[in-house]
């Protein structure tokens, strides 16, 4: 164990990771002699294209005292009850999403399993008209759940789109505000201890220097402290998730504001659409391998249903995480501890997550390497249970249309994965690896959603009869029906409550 205390602490790189970072440490560690210092270039370009998000985001931005109001008219933000997937089990499907729940369980057995009966007794069976979510998204409707719903069908959550760089300086200027310095510059070397290879200070390329006691690396895909100074390694994830490249554009803004994220499935990858209140964000994630530049921009740009605003942006990336997102006195955040592609809107929540382990086990009287394999078991845990949700989508497809989704439908997958489709298939159990990022009926989704239903079901659910699951389906059905047509749309509510200033 080292005993050093933590006095100063420094933060490589700005953006949404290094401003989430420093809003939350200078808050939740404000009773704590802790100078924070970020060092961030404007010569250096953020990817920001994260501007979906899931749940978890409202509870960060609680934790902060943020006001609901003043942080959506600040980025310009919408609402998202769940994704819309396109094209994603065959051309022409489409199925979504919901950040809620399905149904009722009854009698302690799952809701999805009185689907499956239903389905052999040629009842109403499509999750989608048992998810009050659900049925707002298709009517681009939305209204903030109650915080003591009458009903489980009620209770559903949501999150946002927002800008990703006014999100950034909308907490720039909330961590300021608290006391942390802002350093603007490029890094140019990074100092190493050479009894113990940790990190003693980093250099400016104007020369100047900044030494602090632990450093947080926001620095995205280079990761200059955690893997260019300190070597930490890659585990490289590509071929279980072949898209390695995704370009990106703004667009004008969309003539309805939809309360949820589309993604669609091309023939090389997918295309994501993003609604704010003042423009769309657009990108096409694809596998190069499979896709030229060239064809994937052309893709892009014709898939647009608004106006072009900005030329495209490329990025590259390899998927996978790295082996350790707390090495010696470096802890690692957003890109530079990972990347998992952005299809289910899980960039920023694994920031959070990220800074929730910091604070956790924050090393206020020195780094403890228990704490360390602790922090760094959880971020493994945690990636890998993301990846194999990611990769369900590729691998449950039906498309054999183009090499690339022949590649998905045909590659082979971790035992992880296979166990719990091998499970699911066989009668309906969802296997879930605690923690998991996704619930239950998040697998559900994927499973019904690409038409992989189990040959089984719980038999438990045999307690009703058929005319009492038929009148219970009903109940349900008729229940969402009506309280989903009666919220205002989408954009008539923001109009009303938080419509960001012209």
Same mark, same amino acid.
């Given at each position: 164990?080292?005993?050093s205390?933590i006095?100063?602490?420094?933060?490589?790189g700005g953006?949404?990771?290094?401003?989430? $970072?420093?809003a939350?440490?200078?808050?939740?560690?404000?009773?704590?002699p802790?100078?924070?210092t970020?060092i961030?270039?404007?010569?250096?370009?953020?990817?920001?294209?994260?501007?979906?998000?899931i749940p978890?985001?409202r509870?960060y931005?609680?934790s902060?005292?943020?006001d609901?109001i003043?942080f959506?008219? %600040?980025?310009?933000a919408?609402?998202?009850l769940?994704i +819309?997937?396109?094209?994603?089990r065959?051309k022409? #499907?489409?199925?979504?999403h919901p =950040?809620a729940d399905?149904?009722?369980d009854?009698?302690?057995v799952a809701?999805?399993?009185?689907l499956?009966r239903a389905?052999?007794?040629?009842l109403?069976a499509?999750?989608a008209?048992?998810?009050f $979510?659900?049925?707002?998204?298709w009517q681009n409707?939305f $209204?903030?759940?109650?915080?003591?719903?009458?009903?489980?069908l009620a209770?559903?959550g949501y999150a946002?789109h927002f800008?990703?760089?006014?999100?950034?300086?909308f907490?720039?200027?909330?961590?300021e505000?608290?006391g942390?310095t802002?350093?603007?510059?490029?890094?140019?070397?990074? +100092?190493?201890q050479p009894?113990?290879?940790?990190?003693t200070?980093?250099?400016l390329? /104007?020369?100047?220097?900044?030494?602090?006691d632990f450093?947080v690396?926001? #620095?995205?895909f280079r990761g200059?402290l !955690?893997?260019?100074?300190?070597?930490?390694g890659?585990?490289?994830?590509?071929q279980?998730l072949?898209?390695d490249?995704?370009i990106?554009?703004?667009s004008d803004k969309a003539?309805e504001l939809?309360p949820?994220?589309?993604?669609?499935?091309?023939? %090389?990858?997918?295309?994501w659409r993003i609604?704010l209140?003042?423009r769309?964000?657009?990108g096409?994630?694809?596998a190069?391998?499979f896709?030229?530049? /060239?064809?994937?921009?052309a893709?892009?740009l014709?898939?647009? /249903? &608004?106006t072009?605003l900005?030329?495209?942006?490329?990025?590259?990336f390899v998927?996978?995480?790295?082996?350790?997102i707390?090495?010696?006195n470096?802890? $690692?955040?957003g890109?530079?501890?990972? =990347?998992l592609?952005?299809l289910e809107s899980t960039?920023i929540?694994? !920031?959070?997550?990220?800074?929730s382990?910091?604070?956790?086990f924050?090393?206020?009287?020195?780094i403890n390497? %228990?704490?360390?394999?602790?922090?760094n078991?959880?971020?493994s845990h945690?990636?890998?249970?993301i990846?194999?949700f990611l990769i369900?989508h590729?691998?449950?497809?039906?498309?054999s249309?183009?090499?690339?989704?022949?590649?998905?439908?045909?590659?082979a997958?971790?035992?992880?994965?296979a166990h719990?489709?091998?499970?699911?298939n066989?009668r309906?159990k969802?296997v879930?690896l +605690? @923690?998991?990022?996704f +619930?239950?009926d998040?697998?559900?989704?994927m499973?019904?959603?690409f038409n992989?239903?189990?040959?089984?079901?719980?038999?438990?659910?045999? &307690?009703?009869?058929d005319?009492?699951?038929a009148e219970?389906?009903e109940k349900?059905?008729t229940?969402v029906k009506?309280?989903s047509s009666? @919220?205002?749309?989408?954009e008539d509510?923001i109009?009303?409550?938080c419509?960001?200033?012209?």
């Amino acid at each position: 164990m080292s005993h050093s205390q933590i006095n100063h602490l420094v933060i490589v790189g700005g953006g949404t990771a290094g401003w989430m $970072a420093a809003a939350s440490i200078s808050r939740q560690l404000a009773n704590f002699p802790i100078k924070i210092t970020l060092i961030e270039s404007e010569d250096i370009g953020t990817v920001g294209v994260g501007e979906a998000t899931i749940p978890s985001i409202r509870s960060y931005n609680d934790s902060l005292g943020i006001d609901e109001i003043d942080f959506i008219k %600040a980025t310009q933000a919408t609402f998202k009850l769940g994704i +819309e997937f396109r094209d994603w089990r065959e051309k022409n #499907s489409r199925f979504f999403h919901p =950040f809620a729940d399905y149904g009722i369980d009854l009698n302690g057995v799952a809701f999805h399993h009185y689907l499956t009966r239903a389905q052999s007794l040629r009842l109403p069976a499509d999750p989608a008209e048992y998810s009050f $979510a659900t049925q707002l998204a298709w009517q681009n409707r939305f $209204a903030q759940p109650h915080p003591n719903p009458p009903s489980p069908l009620a209770d559903f959550g949501y999150a946002y789109h927002f800008d990703a760089g006014r999100y950034a300086q909308f907490l720039r200027a909330y961590a300021e505000a608290r006391g942390v310095t802002r350093i603007e510059g490029k890094i140019a070397n990074t +100092e190493l201890q050479p009894d113990n290879g940790n990190i003693t200070a980093v250099t400016l390329d /104007d020369g100047r220097r900044v030494s602090g006691d632990f450093y947080v690396d926001c #620095s995205g895909f280079r990761g200059l402290l !955690i893997e260019q100074a300190l070597h930490t390694g890659y585990d490289d994830w590509r071929q279980w998730l072949p898209c390695d490249s995704a370009i990106a554009v703004q667009s004008d803004k969309a003539a309805e504001l939809t309360p949820y994220t589309r993604t669609t499935a091309k023939a %090389a990858g997918w295309q994501w659409r993003i609604p704010l209140q003042h423009r769309t964000g657009n990108g096409y994630v694809y596998a190069s391998e499979f896709c030229q530049q /060239d064809e994937a921009e052309a893709t892009l740009l014709s898939g647009l /249903d &608004t106006t072009a605003l900005t030329e495209p942006r490329r990025f590259q990336f390899v998927t996978g995480k790295r082996k350790k997102i707390w090495h010696k006195n470096c802890f $690692a955040l957003g890109l530079a501890s990972g =990347f998992l592609e952005p299809l289910e809107s899980t960039s920023i929540s694994l !920031i959070q997550t990220g800074i929730s382990k910091l604070l956790e086990f924050f090393p206020h009287q020195g780094i403890n390497r %228990a704490d360390q394999n602790e922090v760094n078991r959880q971020h493994s845990h945690e990636f890998e249970r993301i990846r194999d949700f990611l990769i369900l989508h590729y691998k449950a497809s039906k498309r054999s249309d183009t090499p690339f989704w022949q590649h998905c439908r045909q590659m082979a997958i971790p035992d992880t994965l296979a166990h719990k489709m091998d499970v699911f298939n066989s009668r309906g159990k969802v296997v879930m690896l +605690e @923690p998991e990022a996704f +619930e239950r009926d998040s697998w559900v989704t994927m499973y019904w959603g690409f038409n992989d239903l189990p040959q089984d079901y719980d038999r438990r659910a045999d &307690t009703l009869s058929d005319a009492q699951l038929a009148e219970q389906l009903e109940k349900m059905r008729t229940a969402v029906k009506q309280a989903s047509s009666q @919220p205002l749309s989408h954009e008539d509510f923001i109009q009303r409550h938080c419509a960001a200033p012209n």
